[in-house]
């Protein structure tokens, strides 16, 4: 079993930067992801990390603006996001499992273990 636990949230003006961690206890040997979900809308792959060789993966829509990371002697992820857009307010997931493969990064349905999530509110 793995337990997640997302913080870091808030309110933010656009253009502005935050700093989302998604602390990780239990078995942790898996590779890890940010999902977001905006009002109305489906959840929606933001970015992952693997376990082994870091290697990372992010969407379009925050390439070059959000960076992925992981600590491992504190088994934390962390995603820092700069360039902040009204369009990037949601909820933020992270979210593991053994399932969740390179290949299946950007699938929800591949990971199953979930936090329950922190708002981020981006202002204009």
């Known amino acids: 079993q793995v337990q997640l636990t997302e913080s870091g949230g808030g309110l933010v003006q656009a253009g502005g930067s935050l700093r989302l961690s998604c602390a990780a206890s239990?078995?942790?040997?898996?590779?890890m992801g940010w999902f977001r979900q905006a009002l109305g809308k489906e959840r929606e792959f933001v970015a992952a990390?693997?376990?082994?060789?870091?290697?990372?993966e992010y969407s379009d829509s925050v390439k070059d603006r959000f960076t992925i990371s992981r600590d491992y002697a504190t088994n934390t992820m962390s995603l820092q996001m700069n360039s902040l857009k009204p369009e990037d307010t949601a909820v933020y997931y992270c979210?593991?499992?053994?399932?969740?493969?390179?290949?299946?990064?950007?699938?929800?349905?591949?990971?199953?273990?979930w936090g329950p999530g922190t708002q981020v509110i981006v202002s204009s």
């Open positions: 979210a593991s499992g053994p399932r969740a493969t390179r290949t299946t990064w950007g699938r929800p349905e591949r990971y199953d273990y």
């Open positions: 239990g078995r942790t040997v898996y590779s």
């Open positions: 990390i693997s376990w082994s060789d870091i290697s990372t």
